[in-house]
Every structure is written in C-alpha cells, then in structure tokens.
C-alpha cells in the first residue's frame, strides 16, 4: 500500500491519448531502461556508471549475484550511521546540528527534516548552511556554541567550492570560539573518504559513485534525516520509497504511477508545448518540495543531445517552480488563472492533518481543490477583466498522512518519474555537464578579482569585474 493517490482527470488525456502514449512508451524501451538501472548496469553512459539510488533502499540480503556484495555494504553503512543518529539523538549536550551541502546534498534533506521533524521530540535545532554566501553561515553561528553544536559535512566529491569553504569557515569558528574536541563535533557524509581524512574529518559516513548527487538523501548524506526521524524513522522512509521501487518495477503501464506520469509530462512538454509546470504543495511541511524537483528534474533532464551526444530536435525538461498553497494564491496564481501563458500545476495535498487545530485542514484542502477546479472550469459570464478561459491543466497527488513511509514513496515517485521523461527523450538523466562551465570561470574570476585582470575578458564581463570589484 503505497497511500498515494494521483488524479489526472484535468489533464486533455483520454483512452486513446493514454495508449499511444504506452507504444510511445514500448518503442522508447523505456521498461528496458528501467530494468536495466534495476540490474545494476552502467546506464549513466557519460560516466561510465551504474545508477543505483534505489539500492539504498532494498532490504537487506534481498539480492543474489553481483549485486548482493554492494547491497551488503550499504547496509554495513546504514547499519553504522542509524547507531551514530541514535547517539547523537541521546546526547543531551548536541543541542544545535548543522548540515553543510548543496544541490543534492542539501535540499533532500531539507525536505525531510523539514516535512517530518518535531523539535519537541529530539530537543535538536537543524540548521542548513548550503550557499557560499557567508551571510547564510554567519546567520547561524551567531546563535551557537561550539560544545553543543555538531556540523555534518555533506559533499559527494568533498570537492565542491561552496561546501569546502563553508567547511573551512565552520572549523576555524569551532576553534576560534574554543571548540576542541573536533573528532565529536564534525562528521563527514561523503563518497571521497580520501579528501574528509585530509580535511580532518575521523567521522566518515560514505556511499559510492552509483549514487547521484540529487538521489542520494537515502545514503549517509541522510544523516539529518536519521538523527531528526530516529533509527526506525529512517528505515520507514527507506521501506516506502522501496515499496515505490516496486510498484514502478511490477506494475502494467497503465497501472504504473511514475510510467503514467512521466508519459504526462512528455505529453504536455512536446505535445501542447507547456515550457513549465508548476508546484503547489498545500503542506507547509513541503515547502522544499519545488526546490528539491527543481534539481531533480531540471538537472536530470534538462539537455539538448542524446545517449550519443547528438543534438535533439525537440524539447526536453520544463522550468519547474512554485511554492507551497495557499501562499501561492496570493502571489503568482493570478496569472496561472488569467495570463498569456498556459502553465500545467500540480497540486500536492495531505489527507490528514498532523495538529489539532479545528477548521484549518478543510479550508486548506477546499482551497487547493477550488484552485483546480477555477483553472478547469473558469467563469465565462462575469465580463472581461473577471473572465476566466478555464480548461487549464492540473494534477492531483494526495498522501494519506505526512509520514516517514509516505514521504519515502512520494520522493521515490517523482525520482521513477523524472526517469520516465528522460528514457522517452533519449538522454542521460544522471549526468550535469551544464553545471561545470560557471563553476570553472567562477575560479578563474575570482583569481583575477584583486588585481583587477580583465585580459581576455569579453567587455560586459569584465564591465562587471570594474563595477564589483
Ligand atoms: O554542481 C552540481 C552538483 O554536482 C550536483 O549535482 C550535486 O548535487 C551538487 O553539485 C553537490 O555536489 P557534492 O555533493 O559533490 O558537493
């Protein structure tokens, strides 16, 4: 029982759309793309790896042959962090950690601590320290106290600029403020256990290559989640996204959540040509969830070539964005009502309410099904500037409850679903070649910063340069 739900009844799809879109489906193999990521091959062709998030969360000695070796160390790794979660959770002197990563090392767990934490049950402050910009760090250690502070390291490559000189700043802050005892107060959530030794780091939780930097809050760079949700949290999150893994392996087509969903979003991107969808979680405890798929589906699928490096001649990820309901409404859903352009919502809803207080639930649920119903039926009789053209896209997806288990799937959901679109579009999904231009001319200005060498620069840039610097 996944406990999610999917309406697609506002979408222009019917029978025959459904079914040409699964021989779309067939003639892109895209259940062969699935199994082949399921059996441990090398799908990610552009590095050379295996991509392989959903083994993170397979049970323990479920697997045979070549892939029973890894499934057996990540559960040693598992095993080994959820007893360190547990020991930070039981020590009353950790009042305040501090998670420093960016991109997929931040927003999964983010979203999580954020969804599901309750500060009245661990006594624990969770603090998320992601850009470069020293404001956001600085913020937050001015409220803290080296004794009583943990910082979690979060970086696949341990390379990444942004996290690396937020590593430095925090440890010379610790010592500064007389911290000591480094080895208790700074772990390292990495597959480059090389480069946390060198930094200093003696506590190291690691993960390996096949795990892709936005799917990979259900390795060791999930280390919040374990200490905010406690051992059996954590394994709830990974039993329901596993349950997901299944539901996308097992189902038929026309059953199969992520294979359906996915076919929709193709469908609305090259078929009525929507450039972007929109996010509406009515959950205040979701409101990472458009960042999180931010990543997720613009990095992953957001490319102009295929397989093989060749150019596409059509379009591939939307532009996602939003922001939790109801805020929402009093912002940009004027123009999703009325504007120009088209843009297909999806509304994400939370059957049962996790406080007490009366009346807030219904009103939040009949305003995200009201906003549905506006977009899909409009008002065509109250004359121009209150006309509304309806027949406007948008999609339900319902949880029973914001738990562990659910959360688990849902995030499962949209990583199957995201590989969906890829598949039909023919590219790489696990690659982000697009990030590492800016990263590289970021390097080089900033060398050029204080002497001021604009040699070579095109004129606007090194405008800028004499403007900034
Ligand atoms: O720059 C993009 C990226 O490589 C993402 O794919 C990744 O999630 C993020 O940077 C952080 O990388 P790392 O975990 O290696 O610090």
Not at 11 to 40: I, K, S, Y
Not at 354 to 368: E, F, I, S, T
Not at 421 to 438: C, K, M, P, R, T
Request: charged share 15%; with cysteine.
């Amino acid at each position: 029982m996944l406990g999610l739900g999917v309406d697609f009844s506002k979408n222009p799809l019917t029978a025959d759309t459904e079914a040409l879109l699964h021989t779309l489906a067939e003639q892109c193999g895209v259940a062969l793309w699935r199994d082949a990521m399921f059996a441990g091959q090398a799908i990610n062709t552009t590095e050379q790896r295996q991509v392989m998030h959903w083994l993170l969360r397979q049970p323990a000695g479920s697997l045979s042959g070549d892939l029973a070796k890894p499934l057996q160390q990540v559960h040693e790794t598992l095993d080994a962090m959820l007893a360190y979660a547990e020991q930070v959770r039981a020590d009353p002197q950790i009042t305040d950690v501090v998670h420093m990563g960016i991109g997929g090392s931040d927003l999964g767990p983010q979203l999580v601590v954020g969804a599901l934490h309750q500060p009245a049950v661990t006594g624990k402050r969770f603090h998320f320290v992601s850009n470069v910009d020293g404001h956001e760090l600085a913020a937050v250690l001015q409220g803290l106290k080296p004794q009583h502070t943990l910082f979690l390291i979060a970086s696949k490559t341990f390379t990444t600029a942004e996290t690396m000189m937020n590593a430095h700043s925090a440890r010379e802050w610790f010592v500064r403020q007389g911290g000591t005892d480094t080895a208790r107060h700074f772990a390292a959530l990495t597959s480059n256990r090389s480069a946390a030794a060198d930094f200093g780091i003696s506590t190291t939780f690691g993960f390996w290559d096949w795990v892709g930097g936005r799917y990979s809050l259900w390795s060791a760079i999930g280390l919040p989640i374990a200490i905010a949700l406690g051992e059996a949290g954590f394994r709830q999150m990974l039993a329901g996204a596993h349950a997901m893994d299944r539901h996308f392996c097992s189902q038929p087509v026309q059953n199969n959540l992520p294979m359906r969903l996915g076919l929709l979003d193709v469908w609305m991107r090259n078929f009525h040509g929507h450039q972007s969808r929109g996010i509406a979680p009515y959950h205040s405890g979701l409101r990472r969830l458009p960042a999180f798929l931010q990543q997720l589906e613009m990095e992953s699928n957001g490319k102009s070539v295929d397989r093989q490096g060749q150019s596409l001649s059509y379009a591939t990820a939307p532009v996602l964005w939003g922001e939790p309901g109801t805020n929402g409404q009093h912002a940009f859903f004027q123009m999703v009502h009325q504007g120009g352009t088209v843009v297909p919502m999806e509304f994400i809803v939370v059957r049962q309410a996790q406080h007490d207080l009366p009346g807030h639930q219904k009103a939040l649920l009949a305003n995200a099904v009201a906003q549905a119903q506006a977009l899909l039926m409009g008002q065509s009789d109250a004359g121009g500037h209150r006309n509304f053209s309806g027949n406007r896209p948008s999609t339900f997806v319902w949880l029973d409850a914001l738990t562990p288990e659910r959360l688990g799937a849902l995030i499962a959901f949209y990583e199957h679903r995201v590989f969906v679109s890829g598949a039909i579009w023919g590219i790489n999904s696990f690659d982000q070649y697009g990030v590492e231009l800016g990263k590289t001319l970021a390097l080089d200005l900033a060398k050029r910063w204080d002497s001021l060498d604009v040699k070579d620069l095109d004129a606007s840039t090194a405008g800028l340069l004499r403007q900034l610097t």
